[in-house]
């Protein structure tokens, strides 16, 4: 019987996921596929230090241990087709292989702007970011459409580089579908502070590639003429070659409360999975290491035979800008109250976000312990009302130790 | 290249190399030592790479910030005056043949 696990994808799920299987003590063959020719490597680093100082690449593991764990790594390598019948993958060198279980890690591509978008960068991969580095060797105007994490992030290393920097979105306020009003208003004057010029609630944005290499994004009635063009808008799931299998997919991958597609030998994990979260009132689909890392041990755990339980990891994230740390804890998704305890001029706050009375994600900025807090609450069986919250003695770690087990 | 040297709870020991300028943590999990995890992957944010420096050598070693501070505060082990984050602790030549004791659980 065919004992071999193929992953595809080797970033950080598809890698979590090899490393795992064998410390659980699989014994069977693994092949982890990876399009890029890189060891695995850490991406969030790529929008901060890796930009900003040149710092080299950070490999998840070094390659001895893929060969001490036999994992069987094919770089440059991906999959092109799925035949579930079969069980048998074809990979773009030409070879198939089959599998007893195939866990598809096939994470997302950077969506495109709109329209002729030849001359705009993005941020993904190594070779993206190096792309950006051997444009910003001198002084530029930088234009980046989108005011996202990814944005954000480019922004404030760019601006830490002494470039200048404006970022734009239609959006009413930066990060507006992913953090609350609060933290929302502090990032923008943060930004703001520190030099990045911000063009949010923007009516209409389109890019104009000029004749000389430069370029001009044009608001309703502004243009903003730049040397550098970013967009970071986000990315779409790499689904195509599941889609043709005959999976499910709908947004990403569709996978049930364990992870697995319609096809039990199938298991999607990362960000290309699009799964019934127990933080979350409907399918959500999340880009986060954590949500990686968390998603690629349970897989492990249960194609091992060690797990009964759905899987319900709290989903946390993190973001640095301008020096300022940022740390989500929970889904902020639908929440209708937003409060923040703390303070916002010395940086050092948290924002605890209420569904329908229920504590649903806490945000942090500078107040990791908060964060790490928050992280236990929510993983916890005892929810946070917003009548606790608003006693007037309320301290997380009070009421966290007020509910411990006796 | 200088190693350092990390003791299991079970006083198992183990050396890794580590690149100059690099973090402990970092070259902890590229090496695959079991009980450090880095969960955020160097940002002092999750208190997964929590380690007991050697008394004797604990002045040698980058001060503490504010931010390792307050996460030293939710190590899921015990705190110890020797408690560093090595995710914090960039590698130099001084600090050559350094041991560092794991605790019995990061998370």
């Keep these: 019987m065919n004992d071999t696990i193929i992953i595809a994808g080797a970033g950080q799920a598809g890698t979590q996921a090899a490393i795992s299987l064998r410390d659980l003590g699989y014994g069977g063959r693994i092949l982890l596929v990876g399009d890029e020719t890189d060891l695995p490597y850490q991406r969030p680093p790529l929008s901060k230090t890796y930009l900003k100082s040149g710092a080299s690449l950070l490999p998840l593991r070094a390659e001895k241990i893929f060969a001490d764990k036999q994992i069987e790594l094919l770089r440059g390598v991906s999959v092109v087709s799925i035949d579930r019948a079969a069980r048998e993958v074809r990979l773009s060198s030409g070879q198939t292989e089959n599998y007893a279980h195939l866990i598809l890690a096939l994470g997302g591509s950077n969506r495109k702007f709109p329209g002729d978008s030849e001359g705009i960068l993005m941020l993904r991969t190594r070779s993206d970011a190096d792309r950006i580095r051997e444009r910003i060797a001198e002084q530029r105007r930088v234009v980046i459409i989108g005011a996202g994490f990814v944005g954000l992030e480019v922004a404030s290393s760019l601006r830490g580089l002494g470039h200048h920097v404006t970022v734009v979105d239609i959006a009413p306020r930066v990060l507006a579908r992913s953090v609350s009003a609060p933290t929302s208003e502090f990032v923008h004057a943060l930004h703001e502070a520190n030099g990045v010029v911000l063009r949010c609630d923007a009516r209409s944005v389109s890019y104009e590639p000029l004749a000389d290499g430069k370029a001009e994004v044009r608001l309703a009635g502004e243009v903003i003429p730049a040397d550098i063009v970013f967009a970071g808008i986000g990315i779409e799931p790499n689904v195509a070659v599941a889609a043709a299998s005959g999976l499910e997919t709908r947004n990403g991958i569709v996978v049930d409360e364990f992870l697995s597609t319609a096809d039990p030998a199938v298991f999607a994990i990362g960000d290309c999975a699009a799964f019934q979260s127990a933080y979350a009132k409907s399918v959500v689909r999340i880009e986060s290491v954590q949500n990686a890392v968390d998603q690629a041990k349970f897989v492990a755990a249960l194609i091992m035979g060690n797990r009964q339980a759905a899987y319900r990891a709290v989903p946390w994230f993190w973001s640095d800008q301008h020096n300022v740390k940022l740390q989500i804890a929970g889904l902020i998704g639908g929440h209708d109250e937003a409060i923040l305890r703390g303070s916002v001029a010395d940086k050092k706050f948290s924002v605890y976000c209420f569904r329908e009375g229920q504590c649903v994600a806490i945000e942090s900025i500078n107040a990791p312990a908060d964060h790490m807090d928050a992280r236990k609450l929510l993983a916890g069986s005892v929810p946070l009302t917003k009548q606790a919250f608003l006693a007037p003695d309320f301290s997380l770690k009070g009421f966290l130790a007020g509910n411990q087990p006796v | ?107």
């Excluded at chain 2, 190590?75 to 090595?86: F, M």
């Design chain 2, 1 to 107: 290249m200088p190693a350092v040297v990390f003791v299991h709870p079970d006083g198992r020991r183990e050396e890794v190399d580590v690149p100059l300028g690099s973090s402990i943590m970092h070259a902890a999990v590229s090496a695959g030592v079991d009980g450090i995890v880095g969960e955020c992957g160097g940002s002092a944010m999750c208190a997964t790479c929590h380690v007991y420096v050697d008394e004797g050598r604990r002045a040698e070693l980058p001060e503490i910030g504010p931010v390792e501070e307050e996460m030293l505060g939710s190590t899921t082990s015990e705190r110890r005056v020797t408690s560093r984050l090595s995710c914090q602790i960039v590698m130099t030549e001084d600090l050559e043949g350094l041991i560092l004791e794991l605790p019995e659980t990061q998370i």
